[in-house]
């Protein structure tokens, strides 16, 4: 290993405004569309209430993307939330991010996605599902089941990352081609669905905004309960500002993919529930999980539901491709900085990417997918996630307070009225979680703050690379390379 010379190449900026807007689209649509629209309407009054919610959610989305859009204008550094909440609020608050995001947020999230492509694939060839157990592991006092399933999400991982590790080009045109086919997917099931379906629903727009008898204030409590699901099901939307050090012209791109990919994603998900609304009653659609399957066999009888499965499971593997693609980014922010593993911080010499970081992340999803961990672990970190949005948010404030002179090339569009409303909304959306789940959110905040005695240790350990001549506005060490 040796360090470079400050005019050593380091990424390389590949990603047109295309790929950033396809990223972000891809990052977003995976399984949660499919999912989550019943669990949204179980507790709303009438269907175009839930109409109102996933707009709402689109708008919010919106606003944190106008805020992200000009701090990754203002750096355009590998790492995203890392670089901002570090030049917004210190070291240790960026570490303690990236801690929760690498620990539990991320890949816990990723060993989500990646069972449940297993589960959706299980129900094409049995053998690989996760009812399938294949190894039973022993040991004094426990035993742990071990499903073909649970194999098939870590070698998904693997295989993708190995992917990835080939260069951005090879991730990113893995990634167009997953996201072409997942917007013609779904535009194909909104045209057929609206045009030749059957409609049993049809008469749900016949009185759109019945409040059932409930007062205005009542919907209060119903109305933040579905939030709190739309919000996570537009989750992702940042993944261009973790990669804004392999984007071409990000000053422009960057703005312009956010904004692009999240009014994207909200048309998309407004007019699939559209669909939902045209093929079940709205009293159908309540409270049912695997809503999209059950729509697609009121549209099209039971020869629909084996290809809706069929695009679900694509979805989530592009949406898996997606997430492990930029994660590794923050990784690689946080390990040049010296605050955590040395060999995150390297690139590859033929590939240019962070490949320690790919293989870290991919290592430690993999093991969550065999420990059947993730899904408690993300649940009881993810309330963490909407501190760091909020933060996020107020990083526009602080730093236009702290650095007034430093070159904007994007402005948030209505500021301070947008990014006030995303800190507040996340922070709204924080403490509902907080109140109707506190044993978790308790559970969750001990696990961050194991962050700090980890932060502690590396920082009394290795000692940061010294900053490269372009780098010594953001205070971050140079690249290595492999």
């Known amino acids: 290993m040796k360090e470079l010379a400050p005019s050593s190449p380091g990424f390389l900026r590949r990603l047109s405004l295309v790929d950033t807007a396809f990223l972000v689209i891809g990052a977003v649509v995976g399984s949660g569309i499919f999912m989550t629209p019943g669990l949204v309407a179980a507790g709303l009054p009438s269907p175009g209430l839930l109409l109102a919610v996933w707009i709402a959610g689109g708008l919010i989305t919106l606003c944190g993307a106008l805020s992200f859009a000009e701090l990754g204008a203002m750096y355009p550094r590998a790492g995203g939330q890392y670089i901002y909440l570090r030049e917004a609020y210190g070291p240790t608050a960026a570490f303690l991010f990236g801690w929760g995001f690498f620990g539990f947020i991320m890949c816990g999230g990723l060993a989500a996605l990646a069972v449940a492509f297993a589960e959706f694939l299980g129900g094409f060839c049995p053998p690989l599902s996760t009812e399938n157990t294949i190894l039973l592991i022993r040991g004094p006092g426990f035993s742990h089941p071990v499903s073909a399933g649970q194999a098939v999400a870590a070698s998904a991982i693997l295989l993708l ?28 099931l909104v045209a057929l669905g609206a045009l030749f379906g059957a409609k049993a629903g049809a008469g749900n727009f016949q009185a759109l905004f019945s409040t059932g008898g409930a007062g205005f204030s009542a919907l209060f409590g119903p109305v933040g309960l579905a939030l709190v699901a739309v919000y996570w099901t537009y989750d992702g939307w940042y993944a261009v500002n973790c990669t804004a050090e392999e984007i071409r012209d990000p000053e422009r791109n960057i703005p312009r993919g956010l904004i692009l990919g999240v009014l994207a994603v909200a048309a998309l998900y407004v007019l699939v529930n559209i669909v939902y609304l045209l093929a079940l009653p709205f009293e159908e659609m309540k409270g049912v999980t695997r809503i999209g399957e059950r729509a697609a066999i009121a549209l099209f009888g039971h020869g629909g539901a084996a290809l809706f499965s069929a695009v679900v499971m694509v979805s989530i593997f592009g949406c898996l491709n997606a997430n492990l693609l930029y994660g590794p980014r923050v990784y690689y922010a946080m390990a040049r900085d010296g605050s955590f593993f040395r060999s995150m911080g390297r690139l590859s010499v033929r590939f240019r990417v962070p490949t320690g970081a790919l293989w870290g992340q991919a290592i430690w999803a993999s093991v969550l997918c065999l420990s059947g961990t993730y899904q408690a672990l993300y649940e009881y970190m993810v309330f963490a996630l909407l501190l760091f949005f909020a933060a996020t948010g107020g990083a526009v404030f602080v730093l236009r307070r702290r650095h007034p002179q430093k070159e904007r090339p994007y402005r948030t569009w209505g500021y301070p009225v947008v990014p006030l409303v995303f800190i507040f909304m996340s922070l709204a959306v924080f403490l509902n979680i907080v109140i109707s789940q506190p044993l978790k959110a308790l559970a969750g905040a001990a696990l961050l703050g194991a962050g700090f005695p980890a932060y502690l240790w590396w920082r009394a350990r290795i000692r940061p690379r010294p900053a490269a001549a372009d780098e010594k506005d953001t205070q971050e060490p140079q690249n290595l390379i492999e």
């Not at 992917?163 to 996201?179: D, E, K, P």
């Open 161 to 188: 990352t190995f992917l990835n590790s080939l260069g951005i080009r090879a991730g990113v045109a893995a990634q167009n081609l997953l996201t072409l086919l997942r917007l013609g997917s779904v535009a194909a």
